[in-house]
């Protein structure tokens, strides 16, 4: 398995020296586990050598989906760490991301269901994401660029029984959120959402720590790991406003922002944006259409239900949903979280 | 599908390899639409084609879209479980749509965004059901888009606007038709925009020109609308609240809120019973102003040439407009054809009704147009049904009030 991995990048590492002018990108792989990115029977994700496991402190909701996420960066090359935004990863880094349900949320010894593995690779100085869909059989993923609607059944964290539709995106609805200025972005490994604390085979250590150890992390001083990330849903982390912001941030500001697709609409989530209209507060809509439902502004202080944030965020028709893709049920604890932030503003 | 399976071929050869986990018509056509190459057309076989999910194609160029006809390539949208829209084209350059209908999308029916050099050509794009809140927002949307061409095409029942051109530059929309929408055509906070030989009729306003605050493309202008012929606008109004054009009242014809460079030459404006044109401030619309670079005034308006004629009928008294015309503007039976706010913007030289620069709102040489201002700035006190102040050529010397 190890050497079909050092094959595959060498493949993309020479291709890379003959000339960044590599113009069109490799064909992606038929098969998930042609890439050699796991050891062992695939559906463990057991991550093989040279590529590490990672998490976020707050990830994008994606129909309670869990998810497992690795990277891949070539021997001998690391990010280049800033404080702000998405890591400056070097050319032939993979990101690994697998959707999957527990069969139980409360007791994972019970089996799961992987529903896709989505790579982000970085090749000829772009990102290309390639999507693919685990067979029912759990035995491989199969590349399928043109997305599913599969329906998937659990049971929750609060012992009940759920059924509902997974959406996968189609290739070009990745760009819907991974999306700056056009260009396809990875938008996860970050500072503020990796300094903490993560389970490796070696034992528990700060990520943004075993990065820097291992090599695989420039510029990131060791003295600065610590668990700061604001974690949403954990009020010991954060004020009850930073932590909306945060959950909008990951759940909207990827296109609420002015480089990204949701622009247009003038109403900015994402993090650093200050002004109160851009915000939303009492910011009329542009082109919601039915999206308003029947409500004049994103957001009327101490009032959710007057505001049409919290409107769409309880919708999951399509034609109205916020977000508008990645979801087909509602995130009941962001939708909480944000009525209690909208509830009490003045 | 025996066509289109031919045309993947040349495409699918490089890609032999692959395997699609569930193949049907969706996941075929979506991967064509992610694997053409640039240059390309993609023909759509004849037939109804009913779709769970948004189609999008993304980052392509010189690409064609091409359908049987209007009649024959119908795209269905009914029973959508994902997306917001019916088509999408973002990110792209020079992408030719032609020949084919969109119905019963959830959201939009063709979005295209962020493209540079974008034709709709014989596309209908509808909502099959009566004209409903829960019809999506806009048939044939553009937004941020470049050389724009709309023509022969048909938009029918958008809870918004049928036609909707919103942050676009170099714009042309021609020979459509547009009807039992809540606006027919709209064109919002772009530049240089030509409209012409359209017929908007059955909606609630026929023709918008508007620009909005909040927005990234903030000043639109350099409009030219003429020739067309915009009856019977009467439709009530459906839109969603919150919405802008939610305000527009049944009877419009053709509606200007705070553009600037609008020319509006021989057109019919036929049969719309309330206000078969409007020249207004954003102050109408009694939405708060955040937005400190937007300008809310109307300035550098022509109309001139165009017919008008309507019955003599009381206009609506539907909503918040109707009940201005109700209570504030009583004309009764004589409804007129074209209404200005006349809240005019201090810091620019003006006389009492008008701009005294080329700034100035011109009305001349329509026929059978009569004419009031509202006086709106002054709690409507003083309606004039005086047209003399606006009797004027923006090309030429301002005549001083």
Known sequence: ?346 | MRIFRILCLSTLSLFTTVLFAQPDIRKQWQTRLITVADGETINLDEGTFVMDATLSMEGKKNITIKGKGIDKTIISFKGQKSGAEGLRVSNCTNITLEDFSVEDAKGDGVKTMNVNGITFRNIRAMWTGKPDKNNGSYALYPVLCENVLIENCIARGASDAGIYVGQSKDIIVRNNKAYENVAGIEIENSLNAEVYDNETYNNTGGLLVFDLPDLKLKRGGHCKLYRNTIRDNNLPNFAPKGNIVGKVPLGTGILLLACTNVEIYENQILNNRTTPTGIISYYMTENPIKDSTYYPYPTSVYIHDNVYSKPRKKATMRGRMGKMYRFKLKFGKDVPDIVYDGILDDKVPNGKFNYSDNKRICIRNNKGASYANLDAANGFKNISRDSAPMDCNPSTTASVQ
């Not at chain 1, 020479?14 to 062992?40: I, M, N, W």
């Not at chain 1, 759940?251 to 949701?262: L, M």
């Not at chain 1, 004049?296 to 965020?313: A, H, T, Y």
Request: proline letters at 7%; hydrophobic letters at 35%.
């Open chain 1, 1 to 346: 398995m190890k050497s079909r991995l050092l094959i595959f990048f060498s493949v993309i590492l020479t291709s890379l020296c003959v000339g960044a002018a590599v113009d069109r990108p490799h064909p992606p792989k038929e098969l998930l586990s042609q890439y050699g990115f796991f050891k062992g029977v695939l559906k463990d994700q057991q991550p093989a050598d040279g590529i590490m496991p990672y998490s976020l402190s707050t990830p994008l909701f994606s129909d309670y989906a869990e998810k497992l996420r690795f990277v891949f960066i070539p021997v001998g090359l690391s990010a280049k760490f800033n404080d702000s935004s998405v890591f400056n990863f070097p050319e032939g880094t993979v990101l690994i991301k697998t959707f999957y349900f527990p069969v139980d949320f409360r007791n994972p010894s019970k089996g799961r269901r992987l529903m896709e593995t989505r790579l982000l690779i970085h090749e000829g100085s772009r990102w290309i994401a390639y999507p693919y869909i685990w067979n029912e059989d759990q035995k491989d993923a199969v590349y399928d660029p043109a997305g599913e609607v599969k329906a998937v059944k659990y049971v929750d964290l609060n012992g009940k029984k759920k059924e509902h539709n997974y959406f996968i995106p189609n290739q070009n609805q990745c760009k819907g959120c991974h999306n700056q200025n056009e260009v396809l972005v990875p938008l996860g490994p970050s500072a503020r959402q990796m300094n903490h604390d993560m389970m490796y085979s070696s034992g528990k250590q700060n990520q943004l720590l075993y990065w820097e150890q291992n090599d695989k992390l420039s510029g990131f001083k060791p003295s600065d790991a610590k668990n700061v990330g604001i974690v949403w849903n954990d009020p010991a982390t954060g004020t009850l406003d930073q932590r909306a912001r945060l959950w909008l941030d990951i759940n909207c500001g990827f296109c609420h922002q002015p480089q990204g697709p949701a622009a247009s609409s003038g109403l900015h989530l994402h993090m650093q944006e200050s002004d109160p209209l851009r915000i939303g507060i009492n910011k009329t809509p542009v082109a919601a259409g039915r999206g308003s439902g029947d409500r004049r502004f994103d957001i009327v202080p101490g009032k959710p239900v007057e505001s049409i944030l919290i409107f769409r965020m309880e919708s999951d028709d399509p034609g109205i949903m916020m977000p508008e893709l990645g979801r087909s049920v509602k995130h009941q604890e962001g939708i909480a979280l944000i009525k209690e932030w909208i509830a009490g503003m003045k």
